[in-house]
Structure formats: structure tokens, C-alpha cells
């Protein structure tokens, strides 16, 4: 029996022997990409990269980690320099970040470097294994987020928070219901039912959206990621003094709920491929749904995290000095008979990063917080340079 089916069979299992043989979908989506045996993360070695199902921004470049650097050099003097000073990346994918980071403050800023320790909190025994093969230096070390006591420094994630299993809600006759999955025939269905729990309600609350309004029509299909939540309460009591930084695809709540994002965000990744189907390729896909940044900033709020500022990716790296850098190396070509093809990857790879067409990188969301910090900060990654400097930049 192959791996997959092992994976459907446990499904069907868990949702047979639960009360009323039905499991809200996140509840699914938590089986499909983490079952401790069989599931998409916690099993498959490959699927970043070119051979595997997507490929995120370190995949380009180093330049995505070194301009990280950059940022949480400034994060460690706008701190007063503290030793030792923590950065925390959760969700460390193959580590490649990490070795970016790493080197970058190494060779350019040895006295961070020197007060530096680096955590990586990784949940899938496949990534977390690639991670120590890819990773030698001595100041990385693996922990759980409940094994680790406040810090004073940055946390921080690259398309973590995406892969969180969501609840789906439909609107149907002026109520909320919520999309479960059953089994029927032994193969998985879905069936509408009442709210698993008041916290959907309280969410909506939270972001200031009603769906019950006539903006939204009957059938209206959306996710609510409680699990974002539970998550970034979970971080801000492991933050003495410091900042979130959370970088990932998503909208405020006004453009994720908008009336005319009537199917919602899900989205299922499958060897570079997208569809909308959750329930094929079980266990070999990748299962996603977009952030509403609007969630994490309220929730920061309540959770005692104050907002320093919400920008684009492609912004946030221009500030730290990607458009400087794709300057530079329009003017060097680099020696050998392959340098003018290496100059047009290189420039290609950093035009992804900053790209801000709708599907691009560049448009991904990029939230900082922080806490515990008595005095203002200006952080360089925020100071957005004006839009006609990034459009000119990213033109040429």
C-alpha cells in the first residue's frame, strides 16, 4: 500500500471514530500536512525547490537572507547591541536562510555576529534533518517553542504561517456554517454544519468583517486561520524584548473579505503546479490558504505586541538595499565565457524578489512588531524609499 493511502485510511479512521463521523476542515488539513506518520510535512524530504512542489524566495538568491541581515543587524543596534542577541526563525525550511544570515553578519557585521544565537523551531523531522545536514555552524541549535524561555532579539518566519490548517465558512441563509469532512463509501465528502466553536464568531469580531450583510451573497466560501492565532499569543509570551517579523502572502482583512473573493484563498501546490482540489494527491500536496494580516496585528495588540509597521516585500527589500544591489551587478559582468548569462539570472532572481504584479513575490506581506521596547524605533527595513524611486529601480 503506498504512503498516501496509508494516510487515507488513518483519515477515514480518526473521522469514523469521531462523534457525529465528521472532522471540521482544519481539522483535515492538520491530518493531510502534519500526521505524525504519513503526512505532506512531517514525510517528504523534497518539497522545496526546483524538484520539489514550490520554491520561495531564498530559492532565488542569497541576497533574500543576506538583505534579512542587514535588518536584524539594525534590530540588534536599535536593542543597545544586547549579548547574547536571539533570532529565532520558525519554519526553517531547508536552512538556507539561516546559512544566508549566518554568513552575511560573519563577514560584514563580526560584532552581531559574535553576540549571536540562532534558534530554528522546525516541526517536520524531514526539513529539521536537511536543516542540521545543510547548517554546521556551532551557534544554530533546535528547540520547541515551548522548550524556549523569553528572549530578548527577533522572531521571525518566511511563509509559515500560510501552511496553518484553516477552518472554511459558507454563508448560507444569513447564517455561518462550517464546511466539515465526512466519509462516504470510504472516500472523503464534504457537508456543511453549525460552527465548531464561538471563536469563529469572536475572529470576525476581531477584524471588524460581517458576512452576514447583504455585500456578501449566498454561498460565500472563506477560511479563518484560529491557528494563526493560538500561534502568535504562543510567540509574544517568548519575547522579552524585541520584534515579530512575520513574512508571508496574504491581505488585510478588507481585501481577504472581499465580496468578490467569494471561493476563498485555498490553494493546493503539487509538483509547481496549483489547483483547488484538497482532497487528491493526500499527503503529496502542499494545502495553503492566504494571512490576513489584520488578525496578527489585532491579536498582536491584545497579546501585548505593538505594531511598527505593514508593508510589500518588494518595498521592505528595496529599503534594505535590493535596488542598489541590481544596479551593481547591471554594471559588472562577471569574468568567464558564461559571465553575461550569470549577470541575467542574478538580475532576473532579484527582479522575482521585488516583483509587484499580483502573483509576484514582491507583493507578499511583510508585518513588524515588537515588545518591550521603551523608546521608538525606526527600523531601515520600513523606511520604504518613495514609490517613484522603487518603480524606477525595479524598471531598469
Not at 471563536?199 to 472563506?222: A, E, M, S, W
Not at 476563498?264 to 489547483?275: A, D, P, S, V
Request: hydrophobic fraction near 35%; proline fraction near 5%; include cysteine.
Amino acid at each position: 500500500m503506498s504512503q498516501p493511502s496509508h494516510l487515507v485510511s488513518s483519515i477515514i479512521d480518526h473521522i469514523q471514530s469521531t462523534p457525529g463521523q465528521r472532522i471540521p476542515f482544519a481539522s483535515y488539513m492538520d491530518l493531510a500536512l502534519y500526521h505524525p506518520d504519513h503526512g505532506y510535512y512531517t514525510t517528504k524530504s523534497s518539497i522545496l525547490g526546483p524538484s520539489g512542489d514550490f520554491i520561495t524566495s531564498p530559492h532565488l538568491s542569497h541576497d533574500f537572507g543576506e538583505l534579512l541581515a542587514i535588518q536584524f543587524a539594525d534590530m540588534w543596534q536599535s536593542l543597545g547591541q544586547p549579548s547574547p542577541f536571539h533570532i529565532v526563525e520558525m519554519g526553517a525550511g531547508q536552512g538556507l536562510i539561516a546559512a544566508d544570515v549566518l554568513g552575511y553578519l560573519q563577514q560584514n557585521h563580526p560584532d552581531c555576529y559574535t553576540a549571536l544565537d540562532y534558534t530554528i523551531i522546525e516541526k517536520s523531522s524531514a526539513l529539521r534533518a536537511q536543516q542540521k545536514q545543510h547548517l554546521t555552524h556551532q551557534k544554530v541549535i533546535w528547540t520547541t517553542l515551548a522548550d524556549l524561555s523569553p528572549i530578548t532579539g527577533c522572531f521571525f518566519s518566511n511563509e509559515l504561517v500560510d501552511a496553518f490548517p484553516v477552518h472554511i465558512i459558507e454563508k448560507h441563509n444569513n447564517q455561518l456554517q462550517e464546511i466539515y469532512v465526512t466519509t462516504q463509501d470510504n472516500t472523503l465528502q464534504e457537508t456543511l454544519g453549525p460552527l465548531s466553536t464561538g471563536k469563529l464568531t469572536q475572529y470576525f469580531d476581531l477584524v471588524g468583517i460581517d458576512l452576514l450583510t447583504d455585500t456578501y451573497p449566498n454561498g460565500y466560501r472563506t477560511e479563518v486561520n484560529l491557528a494563526a492565532l493560538d500561534w502568535l499569543d504562543t510567540v509574544a509570551t517568548r519575547i522579552d524584548r524585541g520584534f515579530l517579523l512575520t513574512i508571508d502572502y496574504g491581505h488585510i482583512a478588507q481585501r481577504y473579505y472581499s465580496p468578490a473573493r467569494h471561493k476563498g484563498t485555498l490553494k493546493c501546490y503539487h509538483q509547481h503546479r496549483h489547483h483547488d482540489n484538497p482532497y487528491t494527491n493526500i499527503g503529496q500536496q502542499d494545502l495553503t490558504a492566504h494571512i490576513d494580516f489584520t488578525a496578527l496585528q489585532a491579536q498582536g495588540e491584545k497579546a501585548g505586541l505593538t505594531t511598527l509597521g505593514y508593508t510589500q516585500q518588494g518595498l521592505f527589500l528595496m529599503a534594505l538595499g535590493l535596488g542598489d544591489r541590481v544596479a551593481h551587478i547591471t554594471q559588472t559582468i562577471p569574468p568567464g565565457p558564461d559571465g553575461f548569462n550569470q549577470l541575467i539570472q542574478r538580475r532576473a532572481a532579484l527582479h522575482q524578489l521585488m516583483d509587484m504584479s499580483p502573483m509576484g513575490l514582491g507583493t507578499f506581506g511583510v508585518l513588524v512588531q515588537e515588545k518591550g521596547l521603551e523608546n521608538s524605533v525606526s527600523l531601515t527595513g520600513l523606511t520604504t524609499p518613495p514609490m517613484e524611486q522603487a518603480i524606477n529601480k525595479f524598471q531598469k
